[in-house]
């Protein structure tokens, strides 16, 4: 018999072949006798197909599935692992829908029935020596079908873990900007109170100017104290958990004699950190009993509508002047001179209620405000 040349040699596919049956061996080994296949060595394990991939350097593994010790799919993810390159054709009796998809997750190239078609078989080969695949139709709808299914779910993780990203982003940006406006902001109220502390301090003070400078001392220290609580509930907004609404309206109503809650009887719940839902809520009370007269009561509306809880603040106080309602959400903002107030604070209350809210992906605004008194409302998030 004529020797074929070095050129034709080296242009032929090498191919591995390992099944633990001898018999079926011997069978593919007459089969892959071709002018285009070289076979470089058979093996009868997946330990002793390791090794002898590593001394032959074959282009595919024709690899049964079903071996004893060490199975086809872990001696494919060795393999793969020792070059990615190699084109591994699983071959098997089995149809086993598990057993495709664990072949093909491995890195196989192709999966044959071992009651294939000769040509199929070589078809499979040379498409894995060329960086393709091939499945056998016997196999190919169920498998399609499952690998679109998986591949579905993971498009939908992957958008989860986006959406998530997102929302993480943009709670790190409103918190760095809440960081940031605080450390601007604080440093009118800290002015005001080290030049109370230098009016103390001078020797030509009255007893009675000093007597009021520490009663003013007192209450901005105060003010400055609630703020650090408002500060820690903002920050800590983004953290949620499912909570009732009505509940949080009450537990704020019981703490003042002349606010009332007009709320569903049944819960109301929605995603929010309820130290922070309850900071927000007293906040508004606050500022509504601050700005109205003693006698006149103080609402908070709970309902939903277009599937939001919205909860509004009432007051029957004179109203918000027009030309301030712009700025009634800007720190430091209480439409009162900073020596004339006759409500002291810090004045950063409506700000960080805000700040909160829009963590929790609501927002606080001013609904009306006139001669009959203020509304402001409070918007959640959507809710089932």
Do not use: C
């Amino acid at each position: 018999m004529a020797l074929k040349s070095s050129s034709v040699l080296a242009s032929r596919v090498r191919v591995l072949v390992v099944d633990d049956n001898a018999g079926f061996r011997d069978s593919l080994l007459a089969l892959l006798d071709t002018d285009d296949l070289l076979i470089v060595g058979q093996a009868a394990s997946g330990r002793d197909a390791i090794n002898m991939v590593l001394a032959t350097m074959p282009d595919v593994v024709l690899m049964d599935v079903r071996m004893p010790d060490m199975d086809g799919v872990e001696t494919t993810r060795r393999l793969k692992a020792l070059d990615p390159r190699i084109g591994v054709v699983a071959l098997t009796g089995n149809d086993d829908q598990r057993v495709v998809r664990d072949m093909l997750v491995a890195g196989a190239s192709g999966y044959v029935l071992k009651d294939s078609d000769g040509d199929e078989i070589l078809h499979a080969i040379h498409a894995a020596a060329r960086g393709g695949g091939v499945i056998s139709p016997e196999v190919t709808p169920s498998v399609i079908e499952e690998l679109t299914e998986a591949l579905e779910r993971e498009r939908r993780r992957i958008r989860q873990l986006e959406v998530a990203q997102e929302a993480l982003l943009e709670r790190a940006a409103r918190r760095h900007q809440l960081v940031a406006r605080l450390g601007h902001e604080l440093r009118t109220p800290l002015t005001v109170i080290l030049g109370m502390a230098q009016t103390l301090g001078h020797p030509n003070a009255t007893e009675a100017e000093r007597t009021e400078m520490r009663e003013r001392l007192i209450t901005r220290a105060q003010d400055l104290a609630r703020l650090v609580e408002r500060f820690e509930a903002a920050l800590e907004a983004g953290m949620t958990e499912w909570a009732d609404v009505v509940e949080v309206a009450h537990a704020v109503a019981g703490d003042h004699d002349r606010v009332i809650v007009d709320a569903p009887v049944a819960p109301l719940m929605a995603s929010l950190n309820r130290h922070a839902a309850r900071q927000i809520v007293e906040e508004l009370v606050a500022n509504a009993v601050s700005f109205s007269s003693e006698e006149e009561s103080v609402t908070i509306h709970v309902a939903v509508r277009g599937g939001s809880v919205e909860v509004r603040v009432s007051d029957h106080g004179k109203g918000i002047d027009p030309e301030l309602a712009d700025r009634m959400f800007a720190p430091m903002e209480q439409g009162e001179g900073l020596n004339t107030r006759t409500h002291q604070g810090a004045g950063l209350g409506l700000a960080l209620a805000r700040m909160s809210a829009r963590a929790m992906d609501g927002d606080v605004t001013l609904e009306r405000s006139g001669a009959g008194g203020s509304t402001f409302l409070w918007t959640l998030a959507s809710v089932d």
